[in-house]
């Protein structure tokens, strides 16, 4: 079966209908048909070899002249080649077949990640939407009247999106989210596990799966519209996962669950849109978010994260990184790049390369350089 959601998200890159075939679908498709010529090939050798015997000529030919001349060594050669063909042949339609299924759940390894690095078990506790992506041929502005140029869906979600890139970076990522108990809930959570996910901590609550509809303008801007009513489950206690790192990015936690907090010696979080606490030693934050000076942001963000925080991240797209600490707070460039169609999800995939630095030990700057590459190649979506 092709995976869909490789295909739009080759299309929702920027892709064309060519590259999406070339890239999306050709290698998914090319060792299933590689492994149908050789089944086929398989069986028409044995079929051919009958075939042969009765009057059609080929290999079953000799094979009956020699056995009704009772020349056994040469019959038994025949028949030895015959089975060694058809053997090798298979084996070759089956390592077809593995290569395609171990690809498709293999984590791809990117350029910009550092190797002999070892893996870390990482808990993600976050969202796993289907988002709807509206693409619009120009921006919103108030009273305007819009066209859309398309519509997909694909997978999405803070949990999803960091997750997914820290399992591209060669971590192990333990998902603690929720998902409804439908069809499409059941076949989302089925393939979390494909992708490599440990979904052992995904919930199925009743309900039907409503998308969340994004629109996108042609700078790749975009605007999140949640569906009326909707309100996801909070999240009451966190497994008891040996993890080597905790990311939050979730509205409501329980007093409970912000306790077991301290069980662990490293918590990332995005920032939260409300007044809830989180005990993080990294806060992630978009600039828009957080007004006021660097001190201010750091006062707030202190109430927020106390007594653990170490590092609020200012992030405000291809502008500028602020780090800010209760010492100093530093500037970092961000590192120029092309214009992306989308930016959805760009955010979770630069917490997700800010986690990998600092599991190998990166300073906050260059943590925050790092994760500008691992986003960047995730908006570049080579």
Same mark, same amino acid.
């Given at each position: ?5 490789? &295909?739009?998200? %080759?299309? #929702?890159? /920027? @892709? ?6 070339? $890239? ?7 060792p ?6 050789l ?39 025949i028949?030895f080649?015959?089975v ?52 619009l ?13 398309? &519509?997909?869906? %694909?997978? #999405?979600? /803070? @949990? ?6 820290? $399992? ?11 998902l409804s ?75 409970a ?16 849109l409300?007044?809830e606490?989180?005990p ?7 600039r ?5 000076t ?17 590092t609020?991240?200012?992030t ?27 930016t959805?999800?760009?955010?979770d995939?630069?917490a ?28 570049a979506?080579?």
């Open positions: 079966m092709i995976d869909k959601i490789s &295909i739009n998200g %080759r299309s #929702g890159a /920027g @892709g064309g209908p060519l590259q999406t075939v070339r $890239l999306a679908i050709m290698p998914q498709a090319l299933v048909i590689l492994s149908i010529m089944h086929n090939f398989e069986s028409n050798t044995r079929s051919g070899t009958i075939l042969d015997i009765v009057g059609a000529g080929g290999i079953g030919f000799p094979l009956a002249n020699r056995i009704a001349a009772y020349s056994w060594p040469e019959a038994w050669t028949i080649l015959i060694a063909v058809v053997y090798a042949i298979d084996l070759l339609r089956l390592a077809a077949r593995q290569d395609h299924r171990q690809e498709r759940q293999r984590p791809v390894r990117p350029e910009y990640r550092d190797e002999g690095v070892g893996m870390a078990r990482i808990m993600v506790v976050g969202n796993a939407n289907i988002d709807r992506i509206w693409r041929d120009r921006p919103l502005v108030p009273g305007g009247r819009l066209s859309c140029q398309a &519509i997909e869906e %694909r997978y #999405g979600g /803070g @949990g999803f999106h960091t997750g997914l890139s820290l $399992l591209d970076l060669g971590h192990e990522v333990v998902l603690v989210t929720s108990d439908d069809d499409r809930g059941r076949s989302y959570l089925k393939d979390l596990g494909k992708r490599g996910f440990n979904t052992d901590f995904v919930d199925l609550i009743p309900g039907e799966t409503a998308p969340l509809d994004i629109l996108v303008d042609p700078n790749g801007e975009r605007t999140i519209i949640a569906p009326a009513g909707r309100r996801r489950p909070g999240i009451d206690t966190l497994p008891p996962v040996d993890a080597s790192l905790v990311y939050l990015n979730t509205r409501v936690m329980s007093p669950a912000l306790r077991q907090l301290q069980d662990f010696d490293a918590v990332v979080s995005q920032y939260p409300s007044a606490r989180r993080a030693n990294v806060l992630i934050a978009s828009s978010d957080v007004k006021g660097a001190q201010t942001a750091w006062q707030a963000a202190s109430e927020i994260a106390a007594p653990r925080l170490e609020l991240v200012l405000s797209g291809m502008q500028p990184i602020e780090i800010v600490s209760q010492r100093d707070s530093i500037i970092v460039e961000v590192p120029p790049a092309p214009p992306a169609r989308d959805t999800g760009a955010g995939y630069f997700g390369g800010y986690i990998d630095a600092m599991v190998r030990g990166l300073d906050a700057g260059a943590a925050a350089l790092a994760a500008c590459k691992v986003a960047a190649s995730y908006l979506a080579s």
